[in-house]
């Protein structure tokens, strides 16, 4: 295949799986934006996809797509950037490659991302946390299995993919640590407290996972991301029946929002809470510190204690501002 279909197949089939090591999940949506991307372009030309020249696809086209996310479909900001990532990737590899594309992609990667405000972290206080894990029959095989899968989540802060992707080999003896598969193909190892430790151990004797099986199975062997939405939901759903402080909608991922939340508030360093979480930089990780306007206003207190530690006037002091006040002429 040559021209513009054979880079797109060769950059979904060997750079984005072999080259950046992307998982299925980023694969797939990178798929979804350029496919959405190349059938705009289409629409837009009038074209068929398979005609599309470099004329049809730079960064007008591009452009324009982003605008139309944003305004006829109601996409979110942080969506239309994501999808132009997507897009950008693509053409930063036919650019290295392919100098008929030259000015097309110049163009098309000289379109920038739209300013957003960061996003809200969602995250369920402790309290409700407990509630949330309590939930779950333990004295039932399905319900030792969905305890294990939400105390897991919560304990190692994973991301959904990463908690379905756990291998029963991949816990250490004694299940006081497991490793996960992150983004990039990046390992971790997180540490496991004694109690979810124990939960695990019970749970592995009574499935028999072991090996390579999942540790956490679905009906049809692998859980799928919609299997752990579904025990996330169910669970969430009985604290708050059952009058917890729980919000009206959780995902898996604010499971990870809530450790993180909750370790900070606990005043563990940024630095170890970032390793936990798998980001790069502690950047990323600042959101927490910010996302709570609680902790903002008791660092704040504490900072303008230590500067002004007995900022209270004595009465002679108050008499003698109030005598200083009505002497100044206003």
């Known amino acids: ?38 059938s705009f372009a289409s629409g ?26 944003e305004r006829s479909r109601g996409v979110a900001v942080s969506t239309r950037n994501h999808r132009l990532a997507a897009v950008h990737s693509l053409f930063r590899y036919i650019q290295a490659r392919d100098p008929v ?10 379109v920038g991302r739209k300013r957003c405000p960061p996003p809200l972290v969602g995250y369920i206080g402790v309290e409700g946390m407990r509630a949330v894990l309590a939930a779950p029959d333990p004295s039932t095989r399905e319900g030792l299995a969905h305890l294990a899968a939400l105390s897991l989540l919560y304990e190692s802060a994973a991301r959904a993919q990463e908690l379905i992707d756990i291998r029963a080999c991949d816990l250490s003896a004694g299940f006081s640590a497991v490793v996960l598969r992150g983004k990039g193909g990046k390992s971790r ?79 563990v360093n940024l630095v170890y809470i970032r390793d936990l979480l798998g980001h790069v930089s502690v950047t ?10 609680e902790m903002r206003r008791k660092a704040i207190e504490e900072r303008g204690a230590r500067i ?23």
């Not at 594309?101 to 000289?110: G, I, K, P, T």
């Not at 099986?213 to 939901?233: D, F, H, M, N, T």
Request: glycine fraction near 8%.
């Open 189 to 267: 190892v997180v540490p496991i407290g004694r109690e979810v430790s124990a939960i695990i151990d019970r749970h592995v004797r009574e499935s028999g996972a072991s090996g390579d099986a999942p540790l956490i199975a679905g009906r049809q062997g692998k859980l799928s991301r919609s299997g752990l939405r579904y025990v996330v939901e169910k669970y969430s759903e009985a604290a708050r029946s059952d009058g917890a402080n729980v919000p009206p909608k959780v995902t898996p991922h604010m499971f990870r929002h809530s450790r993180a939340m909750h370790l900070l508030e606990a005043g």
């Open 308 to 330: 002004a530690p007995d900022a209270a006037y004595d009465e002679s002091e108050r008499q003698d501002l109030l005598s200083w006040l009505k002497s100044m002429d206003w």
């Open 1 to 38: 295949m040559d021209g513009f279909e054979g880079h797109v197949a060769r950059f979904f089939a060997c750079h984005l799986p072999d080259v950046k090591g992307a998982s299925p999940n980023t694969v797939a949506s990178y798929r979804d934006a350029i496919v959405q991307f190349v």
């Open 101 to 110: 594309w030259m000015e097309a992609c110049s163009s098309a990667l000289a």
């Open 44 to 69: 837009r030309s009038g074209k068929v996809v398979e005609a599309l020249g470099v004329e049809d696809l730079g960064g007008d086209a591009l452009g324009e797509f982003l605008d139309h996310l």
């Open 284 to 293: 990323t990780t600042e959101i927490y510190a910010r996302a709570n306007p």
